[in-house]
């Protein structure tokens, strides 16, 4: 081993994660927040390039490594580790909170990383400590974390074993960009689809992170799909497929959270829409597409953390997560309600929020590179985001028809941690330089210009009026969404029962048949056995002996033979 920094910032969480279950009151809070706070300060202490090497059979494995990229990444897992940690200050289930660290841990094992084995390691890391936050949801939690841990499972294999492929043609196991040009590449790049949420796996993550808790769906949005995100960008920037792959999940993500009742699935819904943008970028290939994608992923996990917390703090105080059972929540919930509005604008690109300038950079690099459909898709996109999620989360959270409802504000931790995101939400937008200095490329773009403010403002009135206009047909109603999940808990669930049926009939069968066997089997022992039977009968001397000499007989001869 070598290298001035032995111990990464990755393994400060995972430590910090450990000793939670030792800890109780202020002492846990304390660490939950000192453990982040500390990686932030580390995480801009670090200077750029390989800081620690292991060898390991015949590899050098680099934990540790800094450039640009993986210093913004790393930047904004560790501000969405601190309010996560405020946000869950009332949590009382611990195991969720040490699994949440170990879970940022591994993301920023991944940001960090300078090779493929690292990459992997710190994956799995993630997959195993994700699904145990799934986990302590409570009640129906269970199967979703099964499926959950068994999809992100499906992609550690395919991440591996291309990761093996890899080092077996090539003897290489750079963290690098690659060309998908061949079958070990090819299964890296569908392991880390999956991670993003791309089809056919799109629907695990509507059906797992709103089976978590209040708290835990916090953490949750953070790090998988940015995770895989970050990966992508460093190792197949400019690969045309995943223009595709963004592209359906854009509209595939404004579809089903328009037909969504539940609020926090829609909000998940809007991870793969924001996520698809993403891919967009990465497929672009060019330095502003790049920044674009890094850009987006940073102000993603700020504003959707923000909306989460605010969806989070209602269900803590009302218990309930449907559009058809909430409304007039402005009237006691306040506070809560302005943070949501204020990541329903980001999320919307609202000028003056963090989606305007990050968002921005991606259309401009599908316009740079002369991609006009994909620069449509894109804007209309945009105004399908402030259609599905920056209007209908808010309206029926807090504005639509009063329930009834009249619970307490959230908690004070839960404020200020909402409170810090918002202040970065809108800090980002009045001061884009904050997010541009930290790209891995140099940004000359401005984002506010006339012409664009005008014409988002007018993309933005003109979604607003369509969704006030058709309110009577957008109204949710009480019903479960599947889409992919339909071919394994629908169809595969029939497929079970249909197969218990067959194989419990075939069953019996057999279990018949072999008692009938044995039926007979008895009646014939019975007859050559049984008290009248012959070998029942006392037989002669002589007889005896004739056959005891035919059996030796053919005992000498087998043996002579």
């Not at 699904?131 to 269970?142: D, E, I, N, Q, T």
């Not at 949005?221 to 460093?234: P, R």
């Not at 079970?496 to 194989?503: C, G, H």
Request: a neutral charge.
């Amino acid at each position: 081993m070598t290298g001035e920094y032995a111990l990464p910032p990755a393994f400060l969480l995972i430590i910090a994660g450990l000793l939670l279950p030792f800890l109780s009151g202020y002492a846990r809070n304390f660490v939950m927040l000192l453990a982040p706070v500390t990686a932030l300060i580390l995480v801009w202490s670090l200077p750029d390039g390989p800081l620690l090497t292991i060898d390991y059979l015949g590899y050098e494995l680099v934990p540790l490594h800094v450039d640009a990229l993986s210093r913004l990444f790393a930047t904004v897992f560790s501000l969405a580790l601190i309010g996560g940690a405020l946000f869950a200050f009332d949590q009382r289930k611990t195991s969720e909170l040490t699994a949440a660290f170990i879970y940022g841990g591994g993301s920023l094992g991944v940001v960090f990383a300078g090779d493929l084995i690292t990459v992997f390691i710190f994956s799995e890391i993630m997959a195993i400590a994700s699904s145990l936050v799934v986990w302590s949801g409570g009640a129906g939690a269970r199967a979703a974390g099964q499926r959950y841990a068994a999809i992100h499972f499906l992609a550690g294999v395919l991440l591996m074993a291309g990761v093996a492929g890899e080092a077996a043609t090539t003897g290489s196991i750079a963290f690098e960009a690659l060309a998908a040009d061949s079958w070990p590449r090819w299964l890296m790049l569908a392991g880390l689809l999956i991670n993003a949420g791309a089809p056919p796996f799109t629907s695990w993550l509507a059906d797992a992170y709103p089976k978590a808790s209040w708290s835990g769906t916090v953490f949750l949005s953070a790090f998988t799909t940015k995770t895989a995100v970050f990966v992508l960008i460093k190792l197949f920037p400019g690969t045309e497929a995943l223009i595709y792959f963004g592209t359906f999940m854009v509209f595939y993500g404004i579809i089903f959270a328009i037909l969504e009742n539940d609020l926090r699935r829609v909000l998940v819904y809007s991870i793969n829409n924001q996520v698809g943008f993403m891919l967009v970028a990465i497929g672009i290939g060019s330095e502003i597409a790049l920044n674009g994608a890094a850009a987006h992923a940073f102000v993603h996990i700020v504003y959707k953390a923000l909306m989460l917390m605010a969806a989070g703090a209602v269900l803590y105080r009302t218990g309930k997560t449907k559009a058809t059972d909430l409304g007039g929540l402005y009237k006691t919930m306040p506070f809560t309600m302005v943070c949501g509005v204020i990541g329903a604008l980001s999320i919307s690109a609202f000028p003056y929020t963090s989606g305007f300038v990050a968002k921005s950079l991606i259309t401009k690099g599908a316009s740079d590179a002369n991609l006009g459909m994909v620069w449509y898709l894109l804007t209309a996109a945009s105004a399908g985001a402030f259609l599905y999620v920056g209007l209908k989360f808010p309206w029926f959270t807090f504005f639509h028809k009063d329930a009834g409802l009249r619970p307490q504000e959230a908690p004070v931790a839960m404020r200020f941690a909402m409170a810090m995101m918002a202040l970065i939400c809108l800090a980002i937008g009045i001061f884009p330089e904050l997010l541009y200095g930290m790209m891995p490329y140099p940004v000359t773009y401005q984002p506010y210009y006339y012409a664009h403010i005008v014409a988002q403002l007018q993309l933005l009135l003109f979604s607003g009026l369509v969704f006030f206009l058709l309110l009577p047909i957008l109204m949710p109603t009480k019903s479960l969404t599947l889409d992919f999940d339909w071919l394994y808990r629908g169809l595969g669930s029939s497929l079970k029962n249909l197969f218990d049926q067959i194989t419990a009939a075939l069953w019996s069968q057999i279990v018949t048949r072999v008692t009938n066997i044995v039926k007979v089997g008895f009646v014939v022992i019975n007859r050559w056995h049984g008290p009248g039977g012959v070998f029942a009968e006392t037989w002669p001397t002589g007889r005896m002996a004739l056959w005891t000499t035919i059996l030796l007989g053919l005992y000498l001869l087998v043996y002579f033979l």
